[in-house]
């Protein structure tokens, strides 16, 4: 292969999935959604990890082609594969629609790999390893692992040969070729009537020596409907982290509110809503485990609405995101930093009413309090400060 040739790869979805049609009710294999993408997209994926591939063409069933040609150009702009793609329509037989996509190739490319976007779990490794061998010279080489049942043929009901075991493979997608030899190899197929299964049996017919990899046993593809619990969209939970922090000053203001709890005796503070700098900093810390912004944004102390609200329903509202976001929260740990007023006879107060609030056993809300040795302004009694750390659990479709 030369320094200047390129390699891409023609990745076909233009089947009609007719084995699986009925199991899910009528949608073509490749257009199932699994890890929020269509199938086909994932075998996209691999490719643009994969630096030696420089670009795609998508093979698409003629009569969705406009359609799908706006749903590439939409997940590419969610995401860029990072790499020139284009988009055609297949044909009637999976042949055809490889040809279709050969068609399209640019004229600086000298290298295909022609792959089953049913087959979703190829990995970038194996195509890399594919492309070194067609750069070391050869010119077909297949992925093919061993074969575990006994294969035999047979002629109606009856058995006519057993094939012998050890000489046999399974094979892949990708499969690569030099472009000239696969295309000729097509040329041939058309001419002379070939029918076959993969590219790689037209390219044997045309007498080109065919090698093989090492494939893949996770390389399945996805053709009966006992395949389709291998894609299944279980979702994927994540453990997250949010953090906040609130301060307010003392002052003629308010009576203190902690956690929701009245603190009687203790300084006023000076705020906009209630004061509360627990739930603040509370509320924070749960926008902050799912990107989502920060109270002042939320609930700005700017606006009429949010004079004097209840630091309780801010709690609840970031709750609800919370939730909409595919959250839950498992755990909650604050620390009220103030010199005063003294709050271990508040503390389990506090921490049974925030876990009531917020749906939670008491084991899973931690409240400490602590002081700052007379430094900085709690230290000088100006002021109080809260941090909250919460943990949650995100749920990806
Ligand atoms: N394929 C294609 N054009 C065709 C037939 C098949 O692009 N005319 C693609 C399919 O989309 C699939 C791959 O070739 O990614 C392998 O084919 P297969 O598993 O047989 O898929 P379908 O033909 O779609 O399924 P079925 O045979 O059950 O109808
Ligand atoms: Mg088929």
């Known amino acids: 292969m030369s320094a200047s040739g390129e390699v891409w790869a023609v990745l076909l979805a233009a089947g009609s999935g007719t084995r699986l049609a009925q199991a899910v009710g009528g949608v073509k294999k490749q257009f199932l959604e699994w890890k929020g993408f269509p199938l086909f997209w994932h075998s996209a994926l691999t490719f643009s990890k994969t630096p030696a591939v420089k670009g795609i063409v998508f093979v698409f069933p003629p009569d969705q082609l406009e359609e799908m040609r706006s749903v590439v150009a939409g997940l590419d702009g969610a995401d860029s594969l990072g790499m020139p793609f284009r988009v055609t329509a297949g044909g009637r037989r999976r042949q055809d629609s490889v040809f279709n996509g050969l068609n399209e190739l640019p004229t600086g490319c000298t290298h295909v790999l022609v792959h089953d976007s049913a087959r979703p779990f190829a990995s970038a490794a194996m195509v890399t390893g594919?492309?070194?061998?067609?750069?070391?010279?050869?010119?077909?080489?297949?992925?093919?692992?061993?074969?575990?049942?006994?294969?035999?043929?047979?002629?109606?009901?009856?058995?006519?040969?057993?094939?012998?075991?050890?000489?046999?493979?399974?094979?892949?997608?990708?499969?690569?070729?030099?472009?000239?030899?696969?295309?000729?190899?097509?040329?041939?197929?058309?001419?002379?009537?070939?029918?076959?299964?993969?590219?790689?049996?037209?390219?044997?017919?045309?007498?080109?020596?065919?090698?093989?990899?090492?494939?893949?046993?996770?390389?399945?593809?996805?053709?009966?409907?006992?395949?389709?619990?291998?894609?299944?969209?279980?979702?994927?939970?994540?453990?997250?982290?949010?953090?906040?922090?609130?301060?307010?000053?003392?002052?003629?203001?308010?009576?203190?509110?902690?956690?929701?709890?009245?603190?009687?005796?203790?300084?006023?503070?000076?705020?906009?809503?209630?004061?509360?700098?627990?739930?603040?900093?509370?509320?924070?810390?749960?926008?902050?485990?799912?990107?989502?912004?920060?109270?002042?944004h939320h609930f700005p102390d700017t606006s009429a609405a949010c004079e004097n609200m209840s630091s309780g329903i801010i709690l609840k509202e970031v709750m609800i995101k919370a939730e909409e976001a595919g959250v839950e929260i498992v755990h909650v740990d604050l620390t009220v930093i103030a010199q005063i007023p003294k709050l271990s006879p508040h503390r389990e107060l506090i921490r049974k009413n925030i876990a009531s609030v917020m749906g939670l056993e008491k084991e899973q809300v931690n409240v400490k309090a602590t002081t700052e040795e007379k430094l900085g302004f709690t230290g000088e009694k100006k002021g109080i400060k809260a941090v909250a750390a919460v943990t949650g659990l995100k749920t990806f479709s």
Not at 138 to 155: F, H, N, S
Not at 187 to 208: F, Y
Not at 233 to 253: A, F, L, M
């Open 130 to 296: 594919i492309i070194d061998m067609l750069q070391s010279g050869m010119e077909a080489v297949i992925p093919a692992v061993e074969v575990t049942d006994t294969i035999k043929e047979v002629e109606g009901s009856v058995v006519s040969r057993t094939l012998v075991r050890s000489r046999l493979k399974a094979v892949q997608t990708p499969q690569g070729f030099s472009l000239p030899v696969l295309y000729a190899a097509h040329r041939q197929a058309e001419q002379e009537g070939w029918d076959v299964t993969d590219d790689a049996s037209m390219v044997e017919m045309a007498g080109r020596d065919v090698h093989i990899c090492a494939g893949e046993e996770g390389n399945v593809k996805i053709t009966n409907p006992e395949d389709l619990k291998r894609i299944e969209n279980t979702g994927r939970t994540i453990p997250c982290v949010g953090w906040g922090y609130d301060v307010h000053r003392y002052g003629e203001g308010r009576p203190m509110v902690l956690g929701g709890v009245p603190i009687p005796g203790g300084p006023q503070v000076i705020a906009h809503s209630d004061g509360d700098v627990l739930l603040h900093a509370l509320s924070d810390a749960i926008l902050g485990l799912f990107g989502g912004g920060d109270i002042g």
